[in-house]
T-cell receptor, first 114, second 120 residues
Framework: AQSVTQPDIHITVSEGASLELRCNYSYGATPYLFWYVQSPGQGLQLLLKYFSGDTLVQGIKGFEAEFKRSQSSFNLRKPSVHWSDAAEYFCAVAPYSSASKIIFGSGTRLSIRP | GAVVSQHPSWVICKSGTSVKIECRSLDFQATTMFWYRQFPKQSLMLMATSNEGSKATYEQGVEKDKFLINHASLTLSTLTVTSAHPEDSSFYIC????????????????FGPGTRLTVL
C-alpha cells in the first residue's frame, strides 16, 4: 500500500534561515508527489507537485522540492524563511494521477523564531 | 479559476441532529469529488470518493450510513453527517477533480477551505 512518512512533527527555524522538510514515500512506481501548506483553520494550498521530468521542482512562495528516486524522498526546501511561512506542511502522494485520491503524510508544523 | 467553496465554513449542532455540508466547484465541472476529515493536529484522512450520478465509494472504516454523500450535479456534492455525536466533531475538507473536459484544461484536484463541525 502507498504511504507517506514525514519524520519531523515540529520544526522551528529562525526567520531568514534555510528550511528543509523531509518526506519519504512508499510505492512501487513513481507516484505523483505533492507538497501542501495549511494555515491554522484554513484549507490546503498546493505549493508544488512532481510526476516526471526535472527532479528539482519549483513551487510558489519560493519553495522547491527535489525528487530522489534512490531514496524515495521528496524533500521541501526554502533558502530563507519568512514569519508568514509558519504553518502546517503536508507531503502527499497520488498513485495514478494528480486527480486520483491523495494520501497525506502526518504533517510537519513549522514555527518561525523571530 | 479553479475555486472550490464549502458551506458552511463552520457549524455547531446538538448531538443527535443531522448536518449537511456543501462542496461546490465554482468555475469548473467536477466529475469526481473527494471528502476528507481532519482531527485537530492530525493529517487529512480520505473518507470517500464521489462520482457525479453514482454512489460514493467509501474508505475502509467509514460508515456509509452515517456519512451520506450525494453528488447530484457536476458542480455540487454534499456530505450529510446523520445523528451526529461529539466524536464526529472534526474539520471536513472536500476536493474536486477538474477533468480534462471540465473547462480548465488540466486534470487536477482542487481543495475547498474546509468546514469545522462541532457537535455538543
Amino acid at each position: 500500500a502507498q504511504s507517506v512518512t514525514q519524520p519531523d512533527i515540529h520544526i522551528t527555524v529562525s526567520e531568514g534561515a534555510s528550511l528543509e522538510l523531509r518526506c519519504n514515500y512508499s510505492y512501487g512506481a513513481t507516484p505523483y508527489l505533492f507538497w501542501y501548506v495549511q494555515s491554522p483553520g484554513q484549507g490546503l494550498q498546493l505549493l508544488l507537485k512532481y510526476f516526471s521530468g526535472d527532479t528539482l521542482v519549483q513551487g510558489i512562495k519560493g519553495f522547491e522540492a527535489e525528487f530522489k528516486r534512490s531514496q524515495s524522498s521528496f524533500n521541501l526546501r526554502k533558502p530563507s524563511v519568512h514569519w508568514s511561512d509558519a504553518a502546517e506542511y503536508f507531503c502527499a502522494v497520488a498513485p495514478y494521477s494528480s486527480a486520483s485520491k491523495i494520501i497525506f503524510g502526518s504533517g510537519t508544523r513549522l514555527s518561525i523564531r523571530p | 479559476g479553479a475555486v472550490v467553496s464549502q458551506h458552511p465554513s463552520w457549524v455547531i449542532c446538538k448531538s443527535g441532529t443531522s448536518v449537511k455540508i456543501e462542496c461546490r466547484s465554482l468555475d469548473f465541472q467536477a466529475t469526481t469529488m473527494f471528502w476528507y476529515r481532519q482531527f485537530p493536529k492530525q493529517s487529512l484522512m480520505l473518507m470517500a470518493t464521489s462520482n457525479e450520478g453514482s454512489k460514493a465509494t467509501y474508505e475502509q472504516g467509514v460508515e456509509k450510513d452515517k456519512f451520506l454523500i450525494n453528488h447530484a450535479s457536476l458542480t455540487l456534492s454534499t456530505l450529510t453527517v446523520t445523528s451526529a455525536h461529539p466524536e464526529d466533531s472534526s474539520f471536513y475538507i472536500c476536493s474536486a477533480r477538474a477533468g480534462l473536459a471540465g473547462g480548465i484544461g488540466t486534470d487536477t484536484q482542487y481543495f475547498g477551505p474546509g468546514t469545522r463541525l462541532t457537535v455538543l
